[in-house]
Nanobody, 127 residues
Framework: QVELVESGGGSVQTGGALTLSCVLS????????ITWFRQAPGKEREGVAS????????TSADSVKGRFTISRDNAKSTSELQMNNLQPEDTAMYYC????????????????????WGQGTQVTVSS
C-alpha cells in the first residue's frame, strides 16, 4: 500500500518561507503524479500545486503562482513545495496526495481525483 508522509510545516511571519516535503513509500514513486492541497478551518480543501510523474509539467493555483514552487526528485521518492512570501491567508493544513499516472489540467487540483493522502502538516503564517 502506498503511504505518504509530509514534513516541514511550522510557524512563520508574513513574508517568510517554508519548504514542505512529501515522501512516498510502498510503490514506485515515478508512477504517481503528486499534488499539494491545503485546507483552512471552515474552508474547502484547495488544490495548491501539482507535478507530473516525470516532473516536467506543473500546475499551480492562481493564489500561489509566483510564490510557491513544486518539485520532485524521483530518485529520492520525494516531492517538495517551496513556499515563499507567505501570507496569513496561506495558513492551513497542507496535504500531499498521489494519483497513478497523470491527469488532465482540469482534474489536477481536484481532491477527488487522488487515491493516496498523507496526514498533513500545519503551516501557520502570523500577520
Amino acid at each position: 500500500q502506498v503511504e505518504l508522509v509530509e514534513s516541514g510545516g511550522g510557524s512563520v511571519q508574513t513574508g517568510g518561507a517554508l519548504t514542505l516535503s512529501c515522501v512516498l513509500s510502498g510503490d514506485t514513486f515515478s508512477l504517481y503524479s503528486i499534488t499539494w492541497f491545503r485546507q483552512a478551518p471552515g474552508k474547502e480543501r484547495e488544490g495548491v500545486a501539482s507535478i507530473s510523474t516525470g516532473g516536467y509539467f506543473t500546475t499551480s493555483a492562481d493564489s500561489v503562482k509566483g510564490r510557491f514552487t513544486i518539485s520532485r526528485d524521483n530518485a529520492k521518492s520525494t516531492s517538495e513545495l517551496q513556499m515563499n512570501n507567505l501570507q496569513p491567508e496561506d495558513t492551513a493544513m497542507y496535504y500531499c496526495a498521489a494519483a497513478r499516472g497523470n491527469l488532465g489540467d482540469v482534474y489536477r487540483l481536484t481532491p477527488g481525483q487522488y487515491t493516496y493522502w498523507g496526514q498533513g502538516t500545519q503551516v501557520t503564517v502570523s500577520s
